[in-house]
């Protein structure tokens, strides 16, 4: 059954604290990325990646970092420059920039920093 | 990248038919129009893309006129669980190096 993957479904931490979460697909897709959510707004992109090794920033990459070391894997770390870093996070996928296939989403994180 | 705009709430009742119009003046020719439907705490799902005319799956239809500055999305005869957010996505991912913006999107509230 494929599909994207990410852990956990809820997270804690402390303020100043780094934070990597994961995100996993199976579906063979070249592309992946992250976007954020807040209360009643729409999606904003973080970062995103159309192959391995390789990754571009979207609209609200300053306090994150990311990396694509395999296909199937594109962690996406908070760090502690994050200024308001709780949020609803959402990874996504498609086949990449050979067509036109939506976008398929995990069931996202929802980090919450205190 | 096409700017879209939707009306950002609205309210319908079970069993009836409803129609989200989503505005996107300045698609470029390669552009598809794509709607995701979104329930809380979950990631978007597909619902139905086009690039022209119309389009139906099981689950919704598209309109789209000639000049595809506009588009709507027609839910047939809504049930509670429709309540949702539904969000417009203009552009294709090969001709914007995979670089995707979503609008706010439209709350529907079904009511009994």
């Known amino acids: 059954d494929g599909g994207i993957t990410q852990s956990p479904k809820y997270l804690f931490r402390k303020e100043g604290q780094n934070v990597t979460l994961s995100c996993e697909q199976n579906?063979?897709?070249?592309?992946m990325y992250w976007y954020r959510q807040d209360p009643g707004q729409g999606l904003r992109l973080i970062y995103y990646?159309?192959?391995?090794?390789?990754?571009q920033k979207g609209d609200i990459a300053e306090g994150y970092s990311v990396s694509r070391e395999k296909k199937e894997s594109f962690p996406l770390t908070v760090t502690s420059a994050q200024k308001n870093p709780t949020a609803f996070y959402l990874c996504?996928?498609?086949?990449?920039?050979?067509?036109?296939?939506?976008?398929?989403f995990g069931n996202g994180t929802r980090l919450t920093v205190t | 990248l096409a700017k879209t705009t939707q009306p950002i709430s609205m309210d319908s009742y079970e069993g009836q038919e409803v129609n989200i119009t989503c505005s996107h003046n300045?698609?470029?020719?390669?552009?598809?129009i794509t709607w995701y439907q979104q329930f809380p705490s979950q990631g978007p799902r597909f619902i139905i893309q086009g690039y022209k005319t119309k389009v139906t799956n099981e689950v919704a239809s598209l309109f789209i006129p000639a000049d595809r500055k506009s588009s709507t999305l027609s839910l047939p005869r809504v049930s509670l669980s429709d309540t949702a957010v539904y969000y417009c996505?203009?552009?294709?991912?090969?001709?914007?190096?995979?670089?995707?913006?979503f609008g706010q999107g439209t709350e529907l509230s079904v009511k009994p």
């Open positions: 996505l203009v552009g294709a991912v090969y001709n914007q190096g995979g670089k995707l913006i």
């Open positions: 300045n698609i470029a020719t390669n552009d598809y």
């Open positions: 579906l063979n897709h070249d592309a």
């Open positions: 990646s159309q192959i391995v090794n390789d990754f």
């Open positions: 996504a996928s498609s086949p990449g920039p050979r067509g036109n296939s939506p976008l398929h």
